[in-house]
């Protein structure tokens, strides 16, 4: 498996409802990142969380990072139609790695349905 | 202009002919990325360019990819006798420096090679 892995692959909830998604990666990382991407074109930055963070809000984001575990969730609450889209954790690496270079995983599809 | 801007937004070629992406930063960004992403995929790192530095391309899948940054500012991502798995999303970032506060991405390239 990849650095920066999401799951679940698809996530189909309703309006109102919670969405929450989940990241893991394998080397140690300087920082972790969150990004949405619409109908499969430009990405757009949601979220950074630093390594020496475990928790990061962002209206209605939440961020957490559990370095021990080389995982990080993204929690959306009270979601949306318009929140539908992809969404895609990306890390850099650690020292000794090129800490501009980020690796994306696959993503999370999430759906949210009116 | 006020975001990262990039041309063609589809380019449909024939096998074997060449292409050239196109991609605009947002002014005063020193850092440029290009990412490819295939059909259900994350993102793969290409190339990277930073001010005056040596470009990092060791994200460059084969010889037939080269990119160019002229004067720091717009760069042109060319692929050689293009192939069918050349196909994919090509999507161009800019961001103020190397660190990655998060990047500002284009809405991208579709290229389809028949």
């Known amino acids: 498996s990849q650095q920066g892995e999401e799951d679940p692959q698809a996530l189909s909830i309703q309006e109102g409802e919670n969405a929450t998604m989940n990241c893991s990666y394998k080397t140690s990382i300087n920082n972790l990142q969150w990004y949405r991407q619409n109908s499969g074109r430009g990405l757009v930055h949601l979220i950074l969380?630093?390594?020496?963070?475990r928790e990061k809000h962002s209206g209605r984001l939440r961020v957490t990072l559990d370095t021990s575990k080389k995982s990080s969730s993204l929690l959306i609450t009270a979601s949306r139609a318009a929140d539908t889209a992809s969404y895609f954790c990306?890390?850099?690496?650690?020292?000794?790695?090129?800490?501009?270079?980020?690796?994306f995983g696959k993503g999370t599809l999430l759906t949210v349905n009116p | 202009g006020a975001g990262v801007s990039q041309s063609p937004s589809n380019k449909v070629t024939e096998k074997g002919k060449d292409v050239e992406l196109r991609c605009d930063p947002i002014s005063g960004h020193t850092a440029l990325y290009w990412y490819r992403q295939s059909l259900g995929q994350g993102l793969e790192f290409l190339i990277y360019f930073q001010g005056n530095s040596a470009p990092d391309k060791s994200g460059l899948p084969s010889d037939r990819f080269s990119a160019e940054r002229t004067g720091g500012s717009v760069s042109t991502l060319t692929i050689q006798r293009t192939q069918q798995e050349d196909s994919a999303v090509y999507l161009c970032?800019?961001?103020?420096?190397?660190?990655?506060?998060?990047?500002?991405f284009g809405s991208g390239t579709r290229l389809t090679v028949v």
């Open positions: 970032a800019s961001s103020l420096g190397s660190w990655p506060g998060g990047y500002t």
């Open positions: 990306a890390t850099d690496q650690g020292s000794g790695g090129s800490n501009y270079k980020l690796t």
């Open positions: 969380i630093r390594s020496n963070e």
